[in-house]
């Protein structure tokens, strides 16, 4: 059934298709015999819980940042099994994000490209949202992530407090944490992946940690169009640090090895592309941190999973827990279910 949905959902814009579908799933979940249904249906059972740097996960597969920007979705999003939500990216200010259009589906390669530019109402917005949600639910078992980022309007000199707001402002609402410095929509962010930069946003924020009653896991996002040198040195990084894990891996700009026509893809223009192209590579950085580090350092792996098999690959190349994104709106919101069958 979905299959025909989805075709019909594909003839609108993608952006307003994301925000329609979700509104509409949360208007069905106030129904309680719905929620019901949907609860029975999407079920996976729990027998599948993973403890991953000192959080026990009620299954391992979770939805990336990027999906539930601003944690409005977060009841819906348990009810369709996924066992973690990584809400964001979040940053200090709320701001508009890139001009649009800047959602795109290329469905010939099962692929988006992305240009949103960190669109969020804000860190505190989020926060509010997250605190309530665990008031209401109480025996929530969902593991919630906060992946944070900087405004755009802060000069990279200055990122390290953009970072540190955001983690103190969610730090008594969410289990882990993420930082994401390999956003390519956001001018000038990568150039934090840089180990010097890197080093003070990440040092910074362990030693604020370091005063909290409970630490939290912190966790670096990286991209994936690192080459060997940057890899190895976030690698070391990660090491020296002590960081709780890495999530491998972000959007690309590559355009490689694409179905699509040329002419399609230009007219598009710059962006962050995601689903199954990203596969490989996103096995391969898994595979490579993983034994870099001889398993020491706990992965998150995502980048074109849409079925078991996919999945499957992950953890076979060192994945801990696998996200999804792209592959949720190609499959569905069965494709939890699917994955962990």
């Known amino acids: 059934m979905y299959p025909i949905l989805r075709n019909i959902l594909f003839c609108f814009d993608p952006e307003k298709v994301h925000y329609f579908s979700m509104n509409v ?8 015999l719905i929620k019901w249904i949907f609860k029975r249906y999407f079920s996976v059972g729990d027998n599948l819980s993973k403890e991953v740097f000192g959080i026990t996960f009620p299954n391992p597969v979770g939805l990336a940042a990027g999906f539930d920007k601003n944690a409005k979705y977060l009841n819906e999003l348990e009810l369709l099994g996924f066992g973690f939500v990584e809400i964001g990216t979040v940053t200090p200010l709320p701001q508009p994000g890139n001009p649009k259009p800047r959602l795109f589906r290329l469905p010939k390669d099962k692929a988006l490209v992305n240009r949103m530019g960190f669109n969020n109402e804000g860190v505190s917005a989020a926060a509010e949202r997250i605190g309530k949600f665990r008031i209401k639910n109480k ?26 707001i955001c983690f103190n402002e969610l730090h008594d609402v969410v289990d882990y944490f993420v930082v994401n410095v390999s956003s390519p929509n956001t001018p000038g962010l990568r150039d934090l992946q840089q180990k010097d930069s890197l080093k003070k946003i990440l040092t910074n924020l362990q030693q604020v940690n370091q005063t909290k009653n409970i630490q939290k896991p912190l966790l670096l996002k990286i991209s994936p169009d690192l080459d060997q040198h940057n890899l190895d040195d976030i690698i070391d990084l990660a090491i020296e640090i002590k960081l709780d894990g890495l999530v491998a891996a972000n959007t690309t700009i590559s355009r490689r090895n694409l179905i699509t026509h040329q002419k399609e893809i230009d007219k598009i223009g710059p962006g962050g592309l995601s689903g199954k192209p990203l596969r490989e590579e996103a096995n391969r950085i898994t595979n490579y941190i993983h034994q870099k580090t001889k398993g020491t350092i706990p992965l998150i792996s995502s980048g074109g999973i849409f079925s078991a098999k996919d999945a ?13 994104w792209t592959g949720f709106i190609y499959e569905g919101p069965a494709i939890v279910k699917k994955i962990l069958k």
Request: net charge positive; charged share 30%.
């Open 139 to 164: 025996n929530s078992r969902l593991i919630i992530g906060g992946n944070i980022g900087k405004n755009k309007i802060t000069p990279n000199e200055d990122a390290w407090k953009d970072y540190e």
């Open 25 to 32: 799933l949360r208007v069905f979940c106030r129904f309680s």
């Open 312 to 324: 499957k690959e992950k953890f076979n190349a060192g994945a801990d827990l696998v996200q999804v």
